[in-house]
């Protein structure tokens, strides 16, 4: 059975941990649709190159610049395929996100992170508030959905609980050309989170998260959605911000280490 309905005890867990494991958000006949989408913007069937980047960043040598994606990034997949939204993957983390955080939360943006087999790259350590804006209502939450089996070797996720509750790290990009940004952090700080196809796990924006690189001869990718209250999205609009742009650190506090 899927499932859109949250415990008090997950949410609790959700608003004290900063994040939160939901098993079967989507169903195995789900998954396999999911997956065909998937294909269809990697392929660029869906027309999607210029919101695709490599996550790892352009090599330090151009000449050695990677042949293969390690980190495939592509930013706002329901924008380019508006039909996504009203397919079961968005409905219920949608749901399920307004329960962790209230009724006023609204879908900001998505994306989809793939990492190719044996790319051996990670995600680096990292808050996503770093990312945004600052706002004044910290309020954000994302579903990080698997559509292949997700562990330790292939890049599940790892979060630091608590991190949420406590200052913003300073953030920098982790490499030339563009690379995902990254803050001083280790593993020993948080755990791993190994999940099934079909299941997902929530973080808050302040949480910190990371996943080791694919060494592994399979695929692992993943389905993201983001949502925060609909007068901040608003907000970010008014301000020029939209989730499709570069990859500074726009957050005041994350440059000074700070989190209002
Ligand atoms: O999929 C990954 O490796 C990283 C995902 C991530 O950073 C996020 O969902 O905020």
Redesign the pocket.
């Known amino acids: 059975m899927t499932s859109d309905i949250l415990t008090t005890s997950q949410i609790d867990f959700f608003n004290q941990q900063g994040y939160l494991f939901v098993e079967n958000l989507l169903s195995k006949q789900e998954v396999e649709e999911y997956r065909q989408v998937y294909e269809d913007f990697l392929s660029n069937k869906i027309e999607s190159a210029n919101y695709r980047a490599d996550?790892a960043g352009l090599a330090e040598d151009p000449d050695k610049k990677a042949e293969v994606e390690r980190?495939t990034q592509i930013m706002i997949p329901s924008r380019l395929f508006p039909p996504l939204l009203s397919r079961p993957l968005h409905r219920r983390s949608h749901a399920l996100a307004r329960q962790l955080l209230g009724e006023d939360l609204e879908l900001d943006f998505d994306?989809l992170?793939d990492?190719a087999p044996f790319t051996n790259t990670?995600?680096p350590w990292?808050q996503?508030a770093s990312y945004w804006i600052s706002m004044p209502d910290t309020r954000a939450v994302?579903c990080?959905v698997a559509l292949d089996e997700a562990i330790k070797d292939n890049?599940c996720?790892w979060y630091i609980p608590k991190s949420h509750l406590l200052p913003i790290r300073p953030h920098r990009p982790s490499a030339k050309g563009g690379g995902?940004l990254i803050c001083d952090a280790i593993e020993s700080e948080g755990g791993a989170v190994e999940i099934q196809p079909g299941s997902c796990v929530f973080?808050h924006g302040g949480t910190l998260?990371?996943?080791r690189g694919n060494s592994t001869g399979k695929r692992?990718r993943?389905f993201?959605t983001?949502f925060r209250p609909g007068s901040m999205i608003r907000y970010e609009r008014e301000n020029g911000f939209d989730h499709t742009g570069d990859r500074a650190v726009k957050n005041e506090e994350a440059k000074s280490g700070d989190f209002a």
């Open positions: 996550l980190i994306m992170i990492k990670p995600t990292h996503d994302s990080w890049g996720m995902a973080h998260h990371y996943s692992r993943a993201i983001n």
